[in-house]
């Protein structure tokens, strides 16, 4: 009898051997199996660590270059690329348009599905038209079955713009090898539960975005060593942050930390470069803009030293 489905084949849909009693397991069976999968799941994403420091190579030189990282993707993948993007303004200070995400659905697919809107090829392509993709831009099509219309649509548009394209998918044998810049492909292997792409593809792909986007915020100065200076300041719970982050760098007390940032109009950048070099806020935020926003180059220290020695291990 021939086989008419298209998906049958792919790794994605698989059936999983090591789990086909799991509705007769106790709940410590279950837990114990899932770790196990999750083990096979890290091995997976190991073997692709070459071609993830490719994209963030990619994405590095992009973002110097007045670039955006635009994540297109449905259901799971789509809300991975919408939780990559709404953090990192957040944690890294960036301008809500750098890194954008397009969803299949809409806003509204975020929380509740929508079926059937991944299968829309044309809908992929004029929802990136919308943002106007361009040459310095990099694309991050996501789709662990290397399958979804939407997001095939969405990369061929924004491919006739110039725009670099990252393809993160679950299926190694995807035919858009040759289509693609480059294709990080962690071969998750069959899910615990068959087709279940949110359990080892999901977490797989969250933990390739986790690299892609915090290494090329690295390397573009949103960090001094591994604190996080391009914090944003919108809650008390990161005002706090900040003025730890102060205290850290600079020795000052809590209360001196509180007054320097708001001297510094709560830039930790600008107030550690004022601290270490006695500059007002507006030197301070030239000084950085010719050190490409490095601290260290800003003030010519490294936080290693200092940061080894507060956890006593200098």
Same mark, same amino acid.
């Given at each position: ?25 106790? %709940?410590?069976?279950?837990?114990? /199996? ?5 083990? $096979? ?48 303004? %957040?944690?890294? #200070? ?12 809409? $806003? ?10 991944? =299968?829309?090829?044309? /809908? ?8 106007? %993709?361009?040459?310095? =831009? ?11 219309? *939407? ?10 713009? #110039?725009?670099?394209?990252? *393809?993160?998918?679950? @299926? %190694? ?17 069959? /899910?615990?539960?068959? #087709? ?33 200076? @391009? ?5 008390? $719970?990161?005002? @706090? ?16 930390? @509180? $007054? ?33 926003? *490095?601290?260290?180059?800003?003030? #010519? ?14």
């Amino acid at each position: 009898m021939p086989v008419r489905s298209k998906w049958q084949s792919l790794p994605t849909e698989a059936i999983n051997p090591a789990t086909l009693a799991i509705d007769k397991q106790s %709940p410590a069976d279950i837990v114990e /199996e899932m770790l196990t999968e999750d083990r $096979k799941m890290l091995a997976a994403v190991q073997r692709e660590k070459d071609r993830i420091v490719v994209g963030i190579e990619i994405i590095t030189q992009a973002l110097k270059k007045g670039g955006r990282i635009i994540f297109v993707g449905a259901g799971t993948s789509g809300r991975l690329g919408v939780l990559e993007s709404a953090e990192m303004p %957040p944690t890294f #200070g960036t301008k809500p348009d750098l890194v954008q995400a397009i969803m299949a659905g809409g $806003k509204g697919a975020i929380v509740k599905p929508k079926e059937g809107v991944e =299968d829309h090829y044309e /809908e992929g392509a004029r929802a990136i038209n919308r943002i106007r %993709p361009a040459k310095q =831009d990099v694309v991050i099509g996501v789709s662990a079955s290397g399958m979804t219309q *939407f997001v095939l649509g969405a990369l061929t548009r924004a491919r006739r713009a #110039g725009s670099k394209i990252i *393809f993160v998918t679950c @299926d %190694p044998r995807t035919e858009l090898q040759t289509f693609v810049d480059l294709t990080i492909a962690p071969a998750v292997g069959p /899910e615990v539960i068959a #087709g279940s792409t949110r359990l080892k593809a999901g977490t797989a792909t969250k933990i390739v975005l986790n690299m892609l986007t915090t290494a090329a915020m690295v390397r573009t100065g949103k960090t001094y060593g591994n604190l996080m200076v @391009d914090v944003q300041t919108g809650s008390e $719970k990161l005002r @706090d942050r900040a003025r730890r982050i102060i205290i850290i760098v600079t020795g000052l007390d809590y209360d001196e930390a @509180d $007054k320097l940032l708001k001297r510094a109009q709560w830039n930790v950048k600008a107030a550690i470069v004022m601290q270490k070099s006695g500059l007002t806020h507006a030197q301070a935020l030239t000084r950085l803009r010719r050190a490409h926003n *490095f601290i260290r180059d800003a003030i #010519g220290e490294d936080a290693e030293a200092r940061l080894k020695e507060l956890l006593g291990t200098g």
